[in-house]
Nanobody, 115 residues
Framework: QVQLVESGGGLVQPGGSLRLSCAAS????????MGWYRQAPGKQRELVAS???????NYADSVEGRFTISRDNAANMIYLQMNSLKPEDTAVYYC?????????WGKGTLVTVSS
């Protein structure tokens, strides 16, 4: 079965940048949509950005213009470039993949935006 592993989280000052990566490994099934979700303390999980195999992407209003999602289909990787980070971006970020055999989730990577 495919496993998703996130990396790139950490502590960053407001206005700073981070780049998250998600690698899919194991038995690879057809993945047609991948995305990033986040869950802040005391909040429900929300979609941050998603991207299809064809490269169509969408973003939450709160990150539009600041975050960029990208995908390397051949390598089964997605990335999230996060710029102009704000304290309210603090959350655990999860990688998600929709495949022909179901949904896959990574274990998450913590992003903390604080001075």
């Amino acid at each position: 079965q495919v496993q998703l592993v996130e990396s790139g989280g950490g502590l960053v000052q407001p206005g700073g940048s981070l780049r998250l990566s998600c690698a899919a490994s194991g038995r690879i099934f057809s993945i047609y949509v991948m995305g990033w979700y986040r869950q802040a303390p005391g909040k429900q999980r929300e979609l941050v950005a998603s991207i299809t195999t064809g490269g169509s992407s969408n973003y939450a209003d709160s990150v539009e213009g600041r975050f960029t999602i990208s995908r390397d289909n051949a390598a089964n990787m997605i990335y999230l470039q996060m710029n102009s980070l704000k304290p309210e971006d603090t959350a655990v970020y999860y990688c998600n993949a929709e495949t022909v055999v179901g949904s896959l989730w990574g274990k998450g990577t913590l992003v903390t935006v604080s001075s």
